[in-house]
């Protein structure tokens, strides 16, 4: 007999062998027909695979991420098996499940593929899904694996099985489909009830552009088709909330071929946007004993291998800028951290003087490859709201919750209201990818974990997900759609006071090492931006908006009326324009109901008269008449934060 342990603290029995379905039959038949997978001992498997001893276990449904993920994964098998009877002799790259979906990577060899070809796809997909065909794992020899994909002639699993240890390598079957695969899976075909392609893409095998460019195929499948015909409301609402989209018609920002893919241009009301952004942060660090940098946008070579960036992002950093001396190279800044590391050993420091907090708005380069570009969320340069501790050890837990509340502070004033905190730690089976001791692994590991507990943060652990120099808080923000983003970031860092032999004198008279926290509130301002309007659907709260209010003049009589109600809220520090186009009231309003101005203020001769304006709100919101002084106390009110 083994014992089982339940979420809920529970011990079953079961004789040694028996699944998670078996033990998902034993609660009820109703939990049995929604498992997807099961959870055991911390490693997905699938629901039936047999537990030969005892494991803690955890059944996983669509309600479950990791069951969707299983979902998801075992739908790119389908669409492979769809695509196999549909295109005979073609090759298979990869399959994984995604954030929301799968994707397959198909060389099609000479035959043609399209999006248009998507329709065929899904009816057949369907097809073989109510065959509830079941996914059979089974373990092959190495030999015996090469052997079957160099009888298909597919060089794609032959590349991956070349990297695989003979006695680890699973094979998946369903139907009349077979692949290379570590699993797990559902239990058959039949829970896929609604299937829908979304996109085709190039991508180069392994990512190497030297190598063949595959297809792509994007999908996404559900076990209810109520459930893809919400989905597919949720995509209309979010091409809406583009931020691309929104940043070209609210003039917030731009690229240009001439400048640089992926280096964004900020036009002026996106730079109003981003100053308030900025003014914002920077109010709230003053009062938080911030002392604010400034460091150059390059920096030399061996700065960066002294800190230990240029070995883990030299490939993805632009390629070093050399100059007339011989050897003398610099790169563009990857990282700020190591900058504000040389200001801190500008002068002798006393553990009297500990912390010192070093703040700067500080723009880095990184070089990602074209095919990951995207608008303003993947970028080649953005600003990072960046701020480093140096602390002694005693005080980071209590540095590290002070930096928690700044975090929640700027969420709440922007409507970030629904957060996970992530405490990504070491992968503990491959120490290799981080630098560091064990010893101090640990502490920087504990002091994370003791202050997010303290602080009642909502938090899921994740291993492997550390910087290369110490483990960290991400915290991950839904947004309107329900969507989630990585938006801010704390790191405690013993190893870069290390690198760079930076001391502190204590009250023993001896020189210590400081520790380091690294943190930034925002992440990066495009990629923090870039959600906003998304979350926001590019209506800003009223103390971000570039412009917030608009003067209608009915005609051109009332010009000079405008034009003085427009100066004097101006000088109130309210931002403003004057719509002065020779146009009908009715299209003014329209086209600043477009632009998502906040508040229209219509003059006409009943205002010119009476000294008021007509405001109306944004959404067809009608307030009816008042002074300017009133409209400007309306203002004030509301973007106080």
């Given amino acids: 007999m083994i014992n089982i342990t339940l979420p809920d603290g529970s011990v079953r029995q079961y004789e040694k062998g028996t699944t998670a379905m078996q033990v ?21 498997w699938d629901a039936s695979r047999a537990i030969d001893s005892d494991a803690a276990v955890k059944l996983l449904t669509w309600n479950d991420d ?44 000479d035959q043609v593929f399209s999006s248009d070809d998507f329709k065929q796809i899904e009816d057949k997909m369907l097809e073989l899904a109510k065959k509830k065909e079941v996914f ?24 991956l099985i070349k990297d695989l240890e003979d006695g680890s390598i699973t094979f998946y079957s369903q139907g009349n489909f077979t692949d290379l695969c570590r699993g797990p899976h559902i239990p058959n075909t039949g829970f896929i009830k609604a299937i829908k392609l979304t996109n085709v893409a190039g991508a180069y095998w392994r990512g190497d552009e030297t190598r063949k460019q595959l297809t792509r195929i994007y999908g996404v499948t559900f076990p209810k088709a109520s459930e893809l015909s919400d989905y597919l409301k949720f995509i209309e609402e979010a091409k809406k909330r583009d931020h691309r989209k929104l940043g070209k018609e609210l003039e917030l920002f731009a690229f240009s071929e001439k400048v640089g893919m992926g280096l964004p241009l900020w036009l002026p009301k996106g730079t109003a946007l981003r100053q308030k ?41 632009f390629q070093p800028i050399k100059t007339p001396v011989e050897g003398e190279e610099f790169l563009l800044k990857p990282m700020n951290c190591p900058h504000h590391c040389e200001i801190y050993k500008t002068k002798p420091r006393s553990y009297k003087e500990l912390p010192v907090r070093f703040s700067e708005f500080g723009t880095v380069y990184r070089y990602e490859q074209s095919g990951e570009l995207h608008g303003l969320t993947r970028v080649r340069g953005f ?45 503990p089976e491959n120490k290799t990818k981080y630098i560091g001791s064990d010893e101090n692994w640990a502490l920087a590991e504990s002091a994370i974990i003791e202050a997010a507990a ?26 309107a759609l329900g969507r989630k983003w990585q938006l801010g970031t704390i790191q405690v860092d013993y190893n870069l006071p290390e690198r760079f032999e930076l001391e502190y004198t204590g009250s023993d008279n001896q020189k210590h090492r400081p520790v380091m926290i690294h943190r930034a509130p925002f992440g990066s301002m495009e990629r923090f931006v870039a959600v906003l309007i998304e979350h926001c659907g590019g209506q800003f709260p009223l103390w971000l908006a570039p412009e917030q209010f608009i003067v209608l003049p009915v005609s051109e009589k009332y010009e000079d009326y405008a034009q003085k109600l427009l100066e004097s809220l ?33 003059v006409g001769e009943k205002e010119m008269e009476s000294g008021t304006v007509s405001v109306r709100k944004h959404g067809s919101v009608d307030l009816g008449s008042m002074t300017s002084d009133e409209f400007r106390d309306l203002l004030i009110k509301e973007i106080t934060v």
């Fill in 383 to 427: 600003t990072q709201d960046d701020a480093h501790l140096f602390c002694r050890p005693d005080q980071v837990k209590e540095e590290f919750k002070k930096v928690i509340d700044l975090v929640l502070y700027v969420f709440g004033a922007l409507g970030f209201n629904e957060y996970t905190a992530q405490v990504s730690l070491r992968d």
């Fill in 136 to 159: 059979d794992r089974r373990s092959v020899s190495k030999a015996e694996a090469l052997a079957y994909f160099e009888d298909k002639g597919d060089e794609y699993k032959l590349d």
């Fill in 454 to 479: 303290e602080k009642g943060l909502p938090t899921v652990v994740e291993y492997g997900e550390a910087a290369f120099y110490g483990p960290k808080l991400d915290f991950m923000v839904k947004d």
């Fill in 66 to 109: 990791k069951g969707k993920s299983t979902f998801w994964h075992s739908s790119a098998h389908l669409l492979a098996e769809a695509l196999e009877e549909l295109y005979p002799g073609i090759k298979f790259g990869i399959g994984p499940s995604i954030e929301t979906g799968f994707y397959y990577d198909v060389d099609f060899g």
């Fill in 277 to 317: 952004l900025t003014d914002f942060l920077q109010r709230a660090q003053l009062n938080s004993g911030y002392e604010p940098v400034m460091t150059p946008h390059i920096g030399h070579k061996q700065l960066y291998i002294t800190s230990g960036h240029y070995e883990k992002y030299g490939a993805d950093s």
């Fill in 570 to 602: 101006n000088n109130s520090d309210i931002r403003g324009l004057i719509d002065l186009r020779d146009e009908k009231v009715g299209r003014k309003i329209r086209d600043a109901e477009v632009k998502k101005l906040p508040y229209m203020l219509i």
């Fill in 24 to 44: 998902a039959l034993s609660i009820s038949e109703g939990l049995a027909r929604n498992v997807l997978a099961a959870e055991v001992n911390g490693e997905v």
